[in-house]
């Protein structure tokens, strides 16, 4: 598929207007096809060629390194340096107390486990919007905007990832405990404790 950004704007509807240096996104339809845009291009001239300039980049370096997961939209196409297309999740985003089937959260462990495999973190699990209920009523895991991708190899991968892999899952547990109490394991209760004790001294709070 080869889409230019004229074909786009002329067939999306915006559904986020993104605050800041943050993508909008829009839903594009092309035939009977629909994709998932996000895009940077309206930032503010000076963020535009910085900050999201970068996030977007690493976004989409992100959903290519995480291409053939089940659970992730599919990358599709890089329009221009600031936007690009995956696939679009018919579906809906978790709720507010919105309560899941243990099953779904063992998918959602699942995934997980395939991104950090793949050398990527999310950071923003706690963050209900970023998890998705599809149509069947699995899983999906999106937005890598403030995600990192690793290098195989490098010092930081051997000493950061693990530790963020740790704050991704402690991101995970958090939101299983609120959403499936009931099949939380005593282990998991346990690291979620010492997870909350030890994220009061973390920065990114
Ligand atoms: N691939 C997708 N398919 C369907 N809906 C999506 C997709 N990506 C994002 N959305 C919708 O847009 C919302 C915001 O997307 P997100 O990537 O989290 O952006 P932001 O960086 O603004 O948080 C999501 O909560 C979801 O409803
Ligand atoms: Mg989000």
Redesign the pocket.
């Known amino acids: 598929m080869k889409v230019t950004r004229k074909e786009i704007e002329k067939n999306s509807v915006c559904?986020?207007q993104?605050r800041i240096a943050?993508?909008d996104?829009n839903r594009v339809e092309i035939g009977d096809q629909r994709f998932?845009a996000?895009d940077v291009r309206r930032r503010p001239f000076f963020l535009r060629w910085t900050l999201s300039l970068w996030l977007i980049q690493q976004e989409w370096k992100i959903y290519c390194r995480l291409k053939g997961v089940r659970g992730i939209?599919q990358p599709i196409e890089r329009i221009d340096r600031f936007a690009f297309v995956?696939?679009?999740?018919q579906?809906?985003?978790v709720g507010r107390d919105e309560k899941l089937s243990p099953s779904f959260f063992s998918n959602l462990e699942t995934i997980l486990k395939e991104v950090h495999a793949r050398g990527v973190v999310h950071l923003d699990l706690r963050?209900k919007?970023?998890i998705?209920i599809s149509e069947d009523g699995s899983p999906f895991l999106?937005?890598f905007?403030s995600g990192f991708l690793f290098r195989e190899g490098g010092l930081l991968r051997r000493y950061l990832f693990p530790l963020l892999r740790w704050v991704d899952y402690g991101g995970f547990l958090k939101l299983k405990e609120r959403a499936s109490p009931s099949s939380m394991t005593p282990e998991e209760i346990s690291f979620l404790k010492r997870f909350n004790r030890l994220r009061k001294l973390w920065i990114f709070n």
Not at 86 to 89: D, R, S, V, W
């Open positions: 559904l986020v993104g943050k993508p996104l998932m996000k939209p995956m696939e679009y999740i579906g809906r985003a963050h919007g970023n998705l999106i937005d905007n």
